[in-house]
């Protein structure tokens, strides 16, 4: 006995689980770990490297005042529409007057309205857009001007300035002021003529300034290109308008007086020789940028999407062996792809528009250009990709002149990472594979173990929650093992009360009839003595009135007789189906003597068949169908609050489906599955309603007629129906019924 209770020591199956499975994750969490703290460490190696790289630029540029001498750096402050920016271009410009080269710098162009109204005699009636940019030796405008009216120089006309025109002026690289007159007889290639303060001086034309002059729906466009080796740091530019031709100028707009030097706005554009030192450092492969004191772009080298950081490696390309082995082609079309599932490549196409092609901010360019250091972190625009950025500053006489800003992504060290976590998967998964095996034989044999139970379990009880079978225990000793016993143990307790209930009826019915029948008897013998004694003693009276007491003794009696009747009801029909024959009958014939038989009975209803089946044949027992419709009107003829009962008679391929309303007491939620089981009665919900018979009612009507329709291998339900307010009892009955 003691070595059978050895040997019967029980092993749960979640300490098997546990037992087998818990070494597998401890090792990838430790080795996760430890790579997440590699990238740490690269990271803050990353962000040293770009620093220095940052510090080490800035040192090549300062004390190197002669590149900032014409950069403008002097301002106090840069005002906008005043102080110009020439972005750089990445191909050539057509001078065709369209904004086809401008789209990108559509959100950079300033503009132009009352605001910037140089003078006006009449109301204003002009505005425009202006953008500027830089490609080769070349500085470009493109205007974009509103007017109502367009007046060109006439064609004999010497003046340039009684018609619309643009007033062009820049400092020379010798900070002389050099003043230009726009002045075209047509649209077309545009017409320059270089002016000065004389008044009596002709004006001469500039044939340095080329462009084009071209005719819009709004107004008109200009654009054009000036040389970049006549161009100083200062700039203005100023439209009149000319509403009457020969007439006098009405207004001027535009960003300075033209006439004035000290009055004309800066202009700044990327410095060549800043960008030859910036471009000696792209090897890096960093992204640079040189900005001056007012954040504005002196200089660019390299782009984000290339500066993946010094930790990009390039792997050696692989031999063709290697290509062709089963261990490449299982990795690359397989792990990898897992792999991937958890990990993320880097991107390499990004979307980055923090900074603006030619001014640049942040937390980390305010602090350098406050003489400090400072590094930062940031996603992209698409927060897609992860970004270093460094700043470092300038100085020139001991004073903040500019900044050197240089970015990274963290593309490289993610890519080193992944290579270290495909490492890593690629040595846990073997491992994890070797434990899965053992995991499949055992969940294998768990499963099918459950299973098997699961299967006795829904085979030992129908849906109706009769118990039609038994559960076969198992001797194993654990919780499965457990379960199943506990299983066969309830399901046997269920059968055998279920078996109690079931008989309950016939048992009841047999015994209570006898003694009712003696009472039934006695108070009928009673009644006999009571009405002699009556008329033995009232001889003379006819009018003798029964006793009220064995009247009511009488009415009980029968009450119970027919409560009893009810009961045995349903089992006798449960063994009368199982006998009958199945034979062809007209269905639609039945349903319409049924209805008319309703009418006789029911003369205070109306019942009415809609169909259009001329015929139907079906196969079953046409007695027990007469039954179902029995006990489904009986339930439609007391819950009717209008007293009409429609019957929809539809078959539906080989199916035919029957449907009975009636309008009144709609059905509750909580009976809606229920309402077809056996004692189960709404007329104790609504005892109030006067229509509803008062004779006693056990829930069987509709548990009969379901069994009616299971025997037909057909289904009963019932749902509410609104406008107006009802039942619809729906009946679907199969038309080839076999069984």
């Known amino acids: 006995m003691p070595n059978n209770k050895f040997f019967q020591l029980r092993v ?28 740490k460490y690269l990271r803050f190696g990353q962000e040293q490297t770009l620093v220095g790289t940052a510090r080490a630029l800035a040192t090549a540029l300062h004390e190197r005042e002669n590149l900032f001498n014409n950069q403008a750096s002097f301002l106090p402050s840069v005002e906008q529409g005043k102080d110009l920016y020439g972005y750089q271009f990445t191909e050539a410009i057509q001078l065709d007057g369209l904004s086809n080269d401008w789209t990108n710098f559509s959100q950079r162009a300033h503009f132009y309205n009352q605001q910037q109204q140089l003078f006006a005699k009449d109301a204003l009636s002009l505005n425009f857009k202006a953008s500027v940019g830089k490609y080769d030796k070349y500085l470009y405008l493109f205007f974009q001007v509103v007017d109502n009216k367009v007046i060109f120089r006439g064609k004999n006309n010497r003046s340039i300035t009684n018609n619309d025109h643009l007033a062009l002026s820049f400092s020379d690289t010798n900070n002389e002021l050099n003043r230009f007159i726009i002045s075209n007889k047509q649209a077309g290639w545009i017409s320059a003529f270089n002016i000065t303060d004389d008044p009596d001086d002709i004006p001469k034309p500039a044939p340095q300034i080329q462009g084009h002059w071209l005719l819009t729906p709004q107004g008109y466009n200009i654009e054009l ?42 202009i ?26 007012h954040h504005r772009v002196l200089a660019s080298a390299g782009s984000l999407k290339s500066a993946s950081g010094v930790w990009q490696t390039k792997t050696d390309p692989l031999d063709d062996q290697e290509e062709k082995s089963l261990w490449y082609r299982f990795k690359q079309h397989l792990l990898l792809p897992l792999y991937y599932k958890i990990l993320t490549k880097p991107p390499t196409d990004f979307i980055d528009k923090i900074y603006d092609a030619g001014h640049l901010s942040g937390e980390h360019i305010v602090h350098a250009l406050s003489g400090k250091a400072k590094s930062q972190w940031r996603l992209t625009t698409d927060k897609q990709a992860l970004v270093l950025s460094a700043a470092y500053p300038i100085f020139i006489n001991n004073q903040v002149q500019g900044a050197v800003i240089v970015e990274e992504t963290t593309n490289g060290i993610r890519t080193l990472r992944n290579r270290a976590l495909e490492k890593l998967f690629t040595v846990i998964l073997a491992i994890m594979t070797l434990g899965a095996l053992t995991f499949i034989i055992f969940a294998t044999r768990i499963s099918s173990r459950i299973r098997h139970l699961s299967n006795q379990a829904e085979h030992a009880i129908d ?29 046997n307790r269920l059968s055998e009360y279920n078996h109690y209930l079931e008989s309950m009826s016939s048992r009841l019915s047999h015994e209570l009839r006898t003694p009712i029948a003696v009472v039934k008897t006695s108070l009928e013998n009673l009644a006999i003595q009571e009405k002699q004694k009556l008329l033995a003693d009232n001889s003379a009276d006819k009018s003798i009135e029964s006793n009220p007491y064995i009247e009511r003794a009488q009415t009980g009696i029968n009450t119970l007789n027919l409560i009893l009747t009810n009961m045995s009801e349903a089992t006798r029909l449960e063994q009368m189906l199982s006998s009958t024959e199945k034979i062809d009958f007209d269905l639609k014939t039945v349903i319409s003597g049924c209805i008319a038989g309703y009418q006789q009975v029911y003369k205070e209803h109306t019942f009415i068949l809609n169909t259009d089946l ?5 196969k079953g027992s046409p007695e027990h ?75 069987l009507g509709l548990y009969i007629a379901r069994l009616i329709c299971q025997f037909h291998q057909g289904k009963i339900s019932a749902y509410n129906h609104r406008s107006p307010d009802g039942v619809t009892i729906d009946i679907c009955l199969p038309l080839k019924f076999n069984r």
């Open 12 to 39: 749960g199956l979640r300490a098997k689980v546990l037992l087998l499975s818990s070494f597998l994750f401890v090792i990838p969490w430790f080795g996760y770990q430890y790579v997440w703290e590699m990238e």
């Open 625 to 699: 169908i007469v039954q179902l419709l029995d006990k489904v009107v009986n339930n439609a003829v007391e819950f009717s609050e209008d007293n009409v009962i429609t019957f929809d008679l539809k078959r539906h391929d080989e199916q035919v489906t029957l449907l009975v309303h009636n309008n009144g007491i709609l059905l509750p939620k909580q009976l809606n599955e229920s309402l077809f089981d056996s004692m189960v009665s709404l007329r104790e919900h609504y005892s109030a309603n006067k229509k509803i018979t008062e004779q006693p009612h056990l829930g």
């Open 463 to 491: 849906p109706q929650g009769r118990i039609i079978g038994k559960i076969s225990p198992s001797n194993s000793h654990d919780e499965i093992g457990d379960l199943s016993r506990s299983f066969t143990t309830a399901v």
């Open 268 to 293: 700044l554009v990327p410095s060549p020789e800043i960008e030859r030192i910036v471009k000696g450092m792209r090897y890096t492969n960093s992204s640079i940028w040189v900005v001056d004191q």
């Open 614 to 618: 001329a015929k139907l044949t079906f």
């Open 225 to 266: 290109r000036v040389p970049l080796k006549t161009l100083g740091d200062k700039i203005a530019f100023a439209f009149f308008d000319v509403d009457s031709p020969g007439g006098e100028v009405t207004s001027a707009i535009g960003s300075a007086d033209p006439s004035k030097l000290n009055s004309l706005g800066t």
